[in-house]
């Protein structure tokens, strides 16, 4: 839904003010009647004038609730978009409430960037922390029917709550993403504003956000670990297709094997940061049957993953199984044979070497 297939025409109201906006004229507007409860006096007011029949309320409706509250996501200017019935009564709103969170600095396209942070939530529990930069633009290229600066803006938002649908923003939300993160930049969309087009500009887009997302998930790590597993791709994550989100989404999955699996740093209790050379996990055979004391031991690290850095669905498992597959960084893996050699350890109870012998012989 764009505002040329709504209306040829948009008008401004402010006041004694108003003129309206064509293709290619623009003109005295008629008089508008505002109700009080709607604007102010000193109001400045866009107006759409729709032919009857062309838009309903519960057409509205349904194009707000498909967008829902992350579509606000990269808008700096716009907390809430409000549709009211012809009384004033709440029909639908989409709001977010924002906080400032702690700044960082990383390298984007090769050069330092200082990176804002902040966090997101939506009435409804949803959460994103979301990072956002400005760098030099892609040199020699220029987006498509529109120009360029000096510097460009881009955003991601990974997900910290139960809405963790991924999609692709230029400004608002142009394209899915199978992925669970948001990513924003001033990319090139096609003309209906629904996927975006295969261009130069956008390509050289992929690769700073790319190094933007990398930051950002390294980031949640440190804050948040548990969740930070959801927003890092799996190859069955990735469509099979040659679309230019299809081909961000492969992008950022070998960001995360080759990126994010190397710089990822975990902060443990007792021990501080830690990254996976100093780290440990075991087989999932043996969850319950070794303590993390012995794991280390075994492993010969000084920790184990800690339970907290751990999602609840086991997407960890997943993760660092792919990345073990293309050789990146990963913790030692205690399996069953390693752990057998507790069996020799005189200080174990009885009961725990039963529990230990009994998987062997499973």
């Not at 608002?172 to 990513?183: M, Y």
Request: hydrophobic share 40%; glycine share 8%; net charge negative.
């Amino acid at each position: 839904m764009t505002l040329q297939s709504l209306s040829p025409h948009l008008e401004v109201h402010c006041g004694h003010y108003r003129f309206r906006v064509g293709d290619p004229d623009i003109a005295v507007a008629r008089p508008f009647p505002l109700p009080d409860w709607f604007a102010g006096d000193t109001w400045t007011v866009l107006r759409v004038p729709l032919e009857p029949g062309v838009l309903g309320a519960d057409e509205v409706d349904a194009w707000l609730a498909e967008w829902g509250d992350s579509a606000l996501l990269f808008l700096g200017s716009v907390g809430s978009v409000t549709h009211l019935d012809e009384q004033g009564r709440l029909r639908h709103r989409l709001a977010l409430d924002r906080e400032t969170g702690e700044p960082f600095k990383t390298v984007v396209g090769g050069q330092s960037a200082d990176v804002e942070t902040g966090e997101a939530r939506a009435g409804d529990g949803s959460r994103w922390l979301i990072c956002r930069t400005t760098v030099p633009s892609p040199f020699g290229i220029t987006p498509s029917h529109k120009a360029v600066g000096s510097t460009t803006a881009i955003a991601v938002a990974l997900p910290s709550g139960p809405d963790d649908a991924g999609r692709i923003y230029a400004g608002l939300p142009v394209a899915d993403t199978a992925l669970s993160l948001c990513i924003s930049a001033q990319f090139d969309p096609i003309a209906s504003r629904q996927a975006l087009d295969d261009t130069p500009w956008n390509r050289a887009l992929h690769e700073l956000v790319g190094d933007l997302w990398t930051a950002a998930a390294l980031w949640q790590f440190r804050g948040d670990p548990a969740r930070a597993w959801r927003a890092v791709p799996l190859p069955d994550d990735v469509r099979d297709s040659r679309d230019p989100v299809a081909a961000l989404e492969r992008l950022l999955l070998d960001r995360a094997r080759a990126g994010v699996s190397h710089g990822l740093v975990l902060d443990v209790s007792g021990y501080g940061p830690l990254g996976w050379d100093d780290l440990a996990v075991e087989d999932e055979t043996l969850v319950g049957v070794v303590t993390e004391e012995e794991i280390s031991r075994v492993a010969e690290r000084t920790a184990v993953l800690p339970k907290v850095a751990r999602d609840e669905d086991g997407r960890w498992r997943e993760v660092l199984a792919d990345w073990e597959n293309h050789d990146s960084a990963v913790p030692v893996t205690v399996d069953l044979y390693d752990a057998l050699r507790l069996l020799d350890n005189e200080t174990r109870s009885p009961q725990a070497n039963i529990r230990l012998a009994a998987v062997g012989l499973a």
